[in-house]
């Protein structure tokens, strides 16, 4: 601590040295864009305003200026050197979906009734000298109001010459730099909410696995400044550290924002969900909740309550996936039938409305989503077991809810770094809705039953979802759009009809049968053309390779029965060379592992009875 202080004192060693104010301000000039002249920089850190500065008869021009200008002087400047003008920062507000949703990030819906929110398009270039955490914070509200920008906003009328894009990334990596590595930096809620916020651009830019890492940060810094379990109902801002003098947002809600994203992640990448604490959904926590508040956030318990099932050996799996299917019902029918309609998203001059509609999409799409996750281990069990046509059922009935809300999604917001956890879902849902006509047309229960025109309907419904995300793909430039797109061609041939109609493949040894090769994973082989029924309860024994450090090495497989729908043939340990890293980039690794952990759920539910499902 005595040494922090003395380095938040005395100037830095270099500076000291060097004795010139060009070699302090050499940083700030190599990244700058030249939004702020030096002149105004000076003028707004000058020892006449500057909080930092211990001497009133200095000048900025002076040498002993820039012995005694500290490190945070020198980050500040380096910080507002990155905003563009007021001008470009009012007609990026005024043009981003994502601009309503910075508003509110951190308020609950009481705190908008109470109107304790900013006006939505109140990001402002500070003109005071500010503190680091706070210039930074507002840096990343603004980058992910570029992110949400779309392929087709006109920039013409910009001051600044540089891509938007550009500006975004060159932002995000100095404030990565300066603040969101730095510990010192971030040991405040303002600092937190800069992590947060880090976070959730990285989540929207398709780096899934980074985010992950940045948001299990969030949950150790918040601890230790007095925010979490424990620390939740006494936190409050005056005993937490801030330099937001407002003081207008929610710890609260900062603190399930962490929880949730955390949660979210750690269920679709198929990793460990290790903190359990749900005392953000206490009855005295929601009490001042709207509806949609309190749905959202019985879905953040209910992914940890998933994750741990996936945990369990499958006898005890089905009966906790039971319990969880009852209560995601009973959340449900407490929104009232007439919320779960599909909204419409036709364009209105009210942003506010828009945005409602949006959030409620969003909502609906995620609670089928969650019910996906669910019963997919029980998707393709033994079709003549009537005890898993309902999971059967719901798999298929929740694929059939979320493609339609992911096409008008998708329509209406055309940025795919806007809300990305959309894309995700609807190529799951897509996989899954295919993948249940392998099993279909063996069931004997005599429950299910799929006419041609259900065929026919649901074979357009993904035909949409296809042409949509090649759409997608062409307008962004979109790695995940395009391959998602391309495992949906393959595995249409599922929905073709019999005979001379069905489609054949280009790939694997022969036109029948489709090859995936999922990272960490091994090889998936499905099989679009079997009409051969399933003669066995369950499949062979599969033990397929594992990520690096999971604790698990590939075993030796057993054959599979030939008349099985899918294969799996894991890849040895050295084969793994050939994937990405593991927190590989979007660009390099799309999915991100969200494959892999479908087909990891799919992979357990078909292990034999009474064995752990070894998903991970």
Same mark, same amino acid.
């Given at each position: ?331 449900? $029918? ?144 979109? $790695? ?34 489709? $090859? ?101």
């Amino acid at each position: 601590m005595m040494q922090r202080l003395v380095d938040r004192i005395l100037p830095d060693e270099s500076a000291v040295r060097s004795g010139s104010i060009d070699d302090i301000r050499q940083t700030s000039e190599s990244i700058t864009t030249a939004t702020l002249d030096e002149t105004q920089i000076d003028r707004l850190l000058g020892p006449q305003n500057a909080p930092y500065s211990s001497s009133s008869d200095l000048t900025p021009g002076s040498s002993t200026w820039s012995v005694l200008e500290t490190k945070e002087d020198t980050m500040t400047k380096q910080l507002y050197a990155l905003f563009p003008s007021q001008a470009d920062v009012d007609r990026i507000t005024s043009l981003s979906q994502g601009t309503e949703w910075m508003a509110t990030l951190f308020h609950s819906q009481a705190d908008a009734t109470a109107h304790k929110i900013e006006p939505s398009a109140q990001i402002t270039v500070p003109q005071n000298p500010t503190h680091p955490t706070i210039l930074a914070r507002t840096l990343l509200r603004l980058a992910i109001c570029m992110q949400h920008l779309g392929p087709y906003v006109d920039t013409k009328h910009f001051t600044s010459k540089i891509p938007v894009e550009q500006s975004m990334v060159h932002i995000i990596s100095t404030v990565s730099s300066l603040v969101i590595s730095n510990d010192d930096m971030i040991g405040s809620l303002e600092g937190l909410q800069c992590v947060i916020l880090h976070g959730l651009w990285l989540m929207n830019a398709g780096n899934l696995r980074k985010a992950w890492l940045t948001f299990r940060r969030a949950i150790s810094v918040a601890q230790l400044i007095g925010i979490g379990p424990g620390n939740i109902t006494s936190a409050t801002w005056d005993t937490l550290e801030s330099h937001d003098r407002p003081r207008s947002s929610s710890v609260d809600k900062t603190w399930y924002i962490i929880v949730a994203s955390d949660r979210y992640l750690s269920l679709f990448l198929g990793l460990r969900i290790d903190m359990r604490d749900d005392s953000f959904a206490s009855e005295e926590a929601t009490k001042d909740d709207s509806p949609e508040e309190k749905l959202e956030k019985f879905h953040t318990v209910i992914s940890a309550r998933i994750g741990e099932r996936n945990l369990q050996d499958t006898n005890q799996a089905y009966a906790t996936t039971q319990t969880i299917d009852y209560d995601l019902e009973a959340g449900a $029918k407490r929104q009232g039938q007439g919320w779960w309609v599909n909204p419409s998203l036709t364009p209105c001059e009210v942003p506010q409305q828009m945005f409602d509609c949006i959030k409620r999409l969003m909502l609906q799409i995620h609670h089928h989503g969650l019910l996906i996750m669910l019963h997919l281990p029980y998707l393709l069990r033994d079709p003549a077991e009537d005890r898993y046509v309902y999971s059967r059922l719901t798999c298929i009935r929740s694929s059939r809810e979320i493609l339609p809300r992911f096409i008008a999604f998708r329509t209406t917001v055309e940025s795919v770094y806007s809300c990305r956890h959309i894309d995700y879902s609807g190529s799951i849902a897509a996989m899954t809705l295919l993948l249940s006509y392998l099993v279909l047309g063996q069931d004997s229960t005599g429950r299910i039953s799929v006419t041609d025109e259900q065929r026919d309907e649901d074979r357009r419904l993904v035909c949409r979802v296809k042409a949509r995300m090649e759409e997608v793909a062409l307008l962004n430039q979109d $790695k995940l759009s395009q391959e998602s797109a391309q495992i949906i061609g393959q595995l249409l041939p599922v929905l073709a009809a019999d005979g001379g109609e069905r489609i054949s493949l280009a790939t694997g040894a022969d036109n029948d049968t489709v $090859k995936l090769k999922i990272p960490y994973l091994g090889m998936v082989k499905v099989r679009v053309n079997s009409q051969r029924g399933l003669n066995t309860t369950h499949t062979a024994s599969l033990s397929l390779g594992h990520e690096p450090g999971a604790g698990r090495s590939p075993l030796d497989m057993e054959e599979l029965p030939d008349n099985m729908p899918i294969q799996f043939e894991p890849q040895n340990l050295g084969d793994h060379l050939d994937f990405p890293s593991l927190t590989a980039e979007a660009n390099d690794w799309p999915f991100q592992g969200v494959d892999t952990n479908f087909w990891s759920l799919l992979h357990g539910g078909m292990a034999p009875e009474g064995e752990e499902p070894g998903l991970f």
